[in-house]
């Protein structure tokens, strides 16, 4: 089919217009010093823990309170609850860290909203039924009994390199939480606070009849509930081997990972875990280590006329990559000025020192990019794909200096594959998955092992941007794409919600690396995305699709997710010379139709992912650069036809 006519001359020129008007917002948008970075908001549960920590330190006068309080209150449903994400009716867990974080900032028991809070809570099991994570903070503060906490025995981090098991086994984010973690659960402190309260009305079946009990899988994983009851024995008798040298390493471990930016991997959660760890250790507010954690604390968070609240994680490299590839899709000039002080900026952001992953990664030698402004010891694929793309589609006036940046990540990434022939997002063959059935990892992301979308992103960097590497790498990663394509013909995505964001990516991978050659595949992925698409002319998928995979490629439709199926049926449509005209023609309408006078689309759903089922991320900036992809694309395609 052909796409010539697709569109009208009145809509060829709102085609136009809303480029012109997103590519304008954007530009408005860049930082002075040439990035871009917008809010990456997630759940309440990092604010609260802020108050928390905060609280134990005794420093909460240094924040604004009145503001987190209205913040908190804000964020309250009227179920009562609190949201994981957009509309999901309220989450437990998340809903007990915001009562406990009021209760923390002076609201009274009988206040409304804590009324209405309880309510939620007890109707979905109380206290018993949250996560290990909230029942630890509450431990903190005497609101939860440690023997209900799982045991981390110390010694794990004496293990040898050569060893079946280290902490490197862990995911890079589960590492720098655990590390601190161990300290705070070896001492099992209960700090006092200048708030004193307990929370007994949250639990259901009343207080004085719970049991502290791990909760149960019901299948293999239960091992590690007798493990941890012979590791709770041994720390009552003060029978742990080696419990001092270990304590004494993860505290060397923990420092020694403090970035000059005060923080550690540049994410909430080992910031506060570190600043319960230093406290356990008695360290004084003053410290440098802890000031610096503090400060790193203040820049994450957003503090407005009315609330403050506290982001997981900023996302600078990640949006500056985006950012460019939407503009220079969209038609604007490679030389442009903005473009190039991004450009400049991201060469900048370069990773040139060795990190955690040079653990297990002997071969290769520094060269990504990070997520965020400042992450030496975490570099990722992702971005570091995304950025190689985006600095190929510009040109600087060093362009030298880019091509040798661009090889540098070349050679970092082909060294990152991992044996089943994929990239994960932080490490290579991190897959140790019985992992996540110890009782620590109730997230279930206590590891990184390869997936699609990564992997598709790195296979679209080499053949976008005309990259090669060694040997029969690239047959291993396109067959790893092959495996990892469902029945239905779509792909899992890890880290953007869900089968739309992986079959998206893996279709713009394939379009680029002999399309000929994947055409049954990839048809496949665009009869799947095709049959996701909504009346209204979008596409959308919630979060529960990951708990539920009736839900595929089911929800309201969402700017972001709609731009992703367009970009993955243009891409392939372009590659093998078929487009669905009729249902892109739709998709690029409402995507028009939804644009707002500022040139930008509204978006309330959660549509990133960070721990599939428990935590979301609302990327700011989605709603904006992936739609201007589209459009641009589209504009371009219909151009050269």
Known sequence: MQTRDILTQKSSLSLKDAITASQNYLLSSQYPQGYWCAELE???????????????WGTDKTLPLQKIEAYLRQQQREHGGWELFYGDGGEISTSVEAYMALRLLGVPQNDPALIRAKNFIT????????????????????????????????????????????IYEMASWARESTVPLIIVFNNKPIFSVDTVFKLDELYTEGVENVKYELPKNNNWGDIFLELDKVFKFAEQLDLVPFRKEGLEAAQKWMLNHQQETGDWGGIMPPMLNSLLAFRTLNYNVSDPSVQLAFEAIDRFSIEENDTYR??????????????????????????????????????????????D??????????????????????????DSATVVMALDGIKLPDEARKKAAINRCLQWIETMQCKEGGWAAFDVDNDQAWLNEIPYGDLKAMIDPNTADVTARVVEMLGSCDLEIKGDRLNKALNYLYKEQEKDGSWFGRWGVNYIYGTSGVLSALAVINPEKHRLAMKRGINWLLSCQNKDGGWGETCRSYDDPTLKGKGVSTPSQTAWSLIGLLDAG????????????????????????????????????????????????????????????????????
């Open 42 to 56: 997630s759940n309440i549960t990092l604010t609260a823990e802020t108050v928390l920590v905060h609280k134990i």
């Open 123 to 166: 109707s979905k099991g109380g206290i018993s039924k949250t996560r290990i994570f909230t029942k630890f903070h509450l431990a903190l503060i005497g609101c939860y009994d440690w023997k209900g906490i799982p045991s981390i025995p110390s010694w794990i981090m004496l293990f040898p390199d050569s060893f079946p098991f280290t």
């Open 310 to 355: 506290v982001q997981a994680c900023v996302s600078p490299v990640w949006d500056t990559a985006w950012c460019v590839r939407a503009l220079t899709d969209s038609g604007l000039p490679k030389d442009h000025f903005s473009l190039v002080k991004a450009g400049k900026w991201l060469l900048n952001k370069q990773v040139l020192e060795y990190g």
């Open 357 to 382: 992953w040079a653990v297990k990664n002997k071969a290769g030698k520094p060269g990504g990019w990070a997520f965020e402004f400042t992450n030496r010891f975490y570099p990722d694929l992702d």
């Open 574 to 641: 372009e590659a093998l010379n078929h487009f669905q005209t009729d249902a892109i023609e739709r998709g690029i309408n409402y995507l028009l139709n939804t644009q707002n006078e500022e040139g930008t689309w509204e978006e309330l759903e959660f549509t990133g992912t960070g721990f599939p089922g428990h935590f979301y991320i609302r990327y700011h900036f989605y709603r904006h650069y992936f739609p201007l992809i589209a459009l641009g694309r589209y504009q371009r395609i219909i151009e050269n036809k």
